[in-house]
Nanobody, 119 residues
Framework: EVQLQASGGGLVQAGGSLRLACAGS????????IGWFRQAPGKEREGVSC????????RYSDFAKGRFTISKDSTKRTVYLQMNNLKPEDTAVYYC????????????WGKGTQVTVSS
C-alpha cells in the first residue's frame, strides 16, 4: 500500500518558518515525482512545489518562489518543504502526494498537516 504522510505543520507568526516532511512507504521513492499541495478553507487544492526524484527537477508555484525550498533525503525516503517568511495567506492544510497520480486524478489523499500563520 502506497502511503505518503505529511507532518511538521503548526502555528507560527507571520515571518516565521516551518519545515514540513513527507515520508513515503510502499512506493518506489526514487522513481517518482513528489509534490506538495495545499488547501485553504473554502478554496480548491493547489500545487505548491514538486521534486522529481529521478532527475532532481524542481518546480515551484509563483507564491512559493523565493520563500519555500523543496528537498529530499532518499535514505530516509522523505521529501521536505522548508517554508520561510510565512504569510497569513499560507494558512492551509498541506499535503504531499505522487504527482503522477494527482495529474491522473487517481490520487488518494491523507490527512495532511495544518499550517496556521497568524498576523
Amino acid at each position: 500500500e502506497v502511503q505518503l504522510q505529511a507532518s511538521g505543520g503548526g502555528l507560527v507568526q507571520a515571518g516565521g518558518s516551518l519545515r514540513l516532511a513527507c515520508a513515503g512507504s510502499g512506493i518506489s521513492f526514487d522513481d517518482v515525482a513528489i509534490g506538495w499541495f495545499r488547501q485553504a478553507p473554502g478554496k480548491e487544492r493547489e500545487g505548491v512545489s514538486c521534486i522529481d526524484n529521478r532527475d532532481g527537477d524542481i518546480r515551484y508555484s509563483d507564491f512559493a518562489k523565493g520563500r519555500f525550498t523543496i528537498s529530499k533525503d532518499s535514505t530516509k525516503r522523505t521529501v521536505y518543504l522548508q517554508m520561510n517568511n510565512l504569510k497569513p495567506e499560507d494558512t492551509a492544510v498541506y499535503y504531499c502526494n505522487d504527482v503522477k497520480t494527482v495529474a491522473m486524478r487517481t490520487a488518494t489523499w491523507g490527512k495532511g498537516t495544518q499550517v496556521t500563520v497568524s498576523s
